[in-house]
């Protein structure tokens, strides 16, 4: 077992100017599991294949544990990867396809045989050991591509997308017997998605790359928590973040009829950039309704200040019962424009179509970024 290092690692492809990976810097400690996401293209793919020593790295390293691994053949790395397509071979039995690797490496028959059927005991393999893949369901192979890396014992394993071959109901149940799997084998895993609610769910920490540059390494809690700017803000989450650019006013910002207290060293250091304004972040299920109108009467519902109708005016163009809660998709005028905006609502108080609710952030849960540089501002 080993940590993991990209220290400043970059991919240059022949024939491109811009880097696919630029810079990465990583430290993955010994049996962590992290979890590299970003949208199609950001250069995921291409970071675990440096780490696998299937792409050329052109500048900065790679370690594994102590040893420098930048231009060693993948061979020599100590590692198992598992692909998207699996990449079983079809004319073998699921036994020989998780005992292949360690053929070529000349282990004897009689202990492949016992790190197979080990294997496929973890992998609830047993009974199918003499099928062929095709007489397999796409999960049964997908376990077969897990456990013929799981024989070889390496130091890391590296996964790229592997469950997107899979329906959705049984994406979710293997997330889970992938995750679990990592943490009683405590082999350090790099895997790779584009999905973020599979990132938070799996990882112990979840990188954020975008076009080649990393954005974030944090703990899933963290990134929901604290953005580091306003690309992660919107794609970790889901519904996405309501990302509004509003003006700085005296001791806060203009939210509807409301001023929002933000922090005010956040305000600052937007005006030390020049900015007058700032984007706020509010999380659907940080809006308080304070009042619901529509309908035959309109009725407050909580809050008994008496400053009512306070905040900003949502008209309810959509709701999205899902019984525990709702989601209501309304658009608002805020800072002279309609901006479409998410508020989870009760969902016992779903308000209809047509309807206009009056929401305020919640205090303490809103993010500040820099309208200029989407950087985060408040702490
Ligand atoms: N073999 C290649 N040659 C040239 N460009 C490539 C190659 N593979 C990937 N790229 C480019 O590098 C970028 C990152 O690709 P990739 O790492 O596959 O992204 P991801 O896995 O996040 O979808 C993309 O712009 C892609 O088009
Ligand atoms: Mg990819």
Redesign the pocket.
């Known amino acids: 077992m080993a940590s993991v290092t990209f220290d400043k690692a970059t991919r240059v ?4 100017t811009k880097p ?2 630029d810079g990465l810097d990583i430290e993955i400690e010994d049996g962590e599991f992290l979890v590299l996401v ?1 949208p ?8 675990l294949r440096m780490l696998a020593g299937l792409e050329d790295v052109n500048g900065g390293a790679i370690r594994i544990g102590d040893r420098d691994v930048t231009h060693l053949p993948p061979k020599d790395r100590d590692i198992a990867m598992v692909f998207q397509n699996y990449a079983l071979y079809p004319h073998m039995s699921v036994a020989d396809n998780m005992g292949f690797a360690l053929k070529i490496a000349g282990v004897n028959k009689a202990e492949i045989r016992q790190k197979v059927e080990e294997a496929a005991k973890i992998l609830d393999l047993t009974e199918y050991l003499d099928r062929k893949p095709k007489a397999l369901s796409g999960g049964q192979r997908q376990r077969v591509a897990m456990g013929r890396a799981i024989v070889r014992e390496p130091q890391v394993f590296l996964m790229d997308e592997p469950l997107s071959n899979l329906d959705a109901k049984l994406r979710v149940s293997t997330r889970t017997q992938i995750a679990s799997l990592q943490r009683r084998l405590g082999i350090t895993t790099v895997y ?1 998605t ?1 999905d973020q609610v599979e990132a938070m769910t799996m990882g112990d920490r979840v990188a954020v ?1 975008k076009d ?1 540059l990393l954005q974030q390494v944090d703990s899933p809690r963290n990134m929901y928590d604290k953005p580091a700017n306003l690309f992660v803000a919107g794609f970790i989450g889901s519904p996405a973040m309501n990302l509004v650019e509003v003006p700085i006013t005296d001791g806060g910002v203009k939210f509807g009829n409301s001023v929002v207290p933000v922090n005010r060293d956040a305000l600052k250091a937007a005006a030390d950039k020049g900015d007058t304004t700032v984007t706020v972040g509010v999380r659907p299920e940080h809006f308080d309704v304070v009042e619901h109108g529509g309908g035959e009467a309109s009725k407050t519902l909580s809050k008994d200040s008496g400053d009512a109708p306070a905040g900003l005016a949502v008209s309810v163009n959509v709701v999205e019962e899902l019984g525990a809660d709702g989601y209501v998709y309304g658009s608002a005028r805020v800072g002279g424009e309609d901006k479409d905006l998410v508020v989870r609502v009760n969902g016992r108080q779903v308000p209809e179509k047509g309807a206009q609710l009056h929401v305020v952030p919640r205090p303490g849960e809103t993010h500040v970024f820099a309208t200029s540089t989407g950087e985060r501002l408040s702490d």
């Open positions: 492809y022949p024939g491109s696919a990976v970003g199609s293209g950001c250069g995921k793919s291409t970071s790779v584009h790359l080649g």
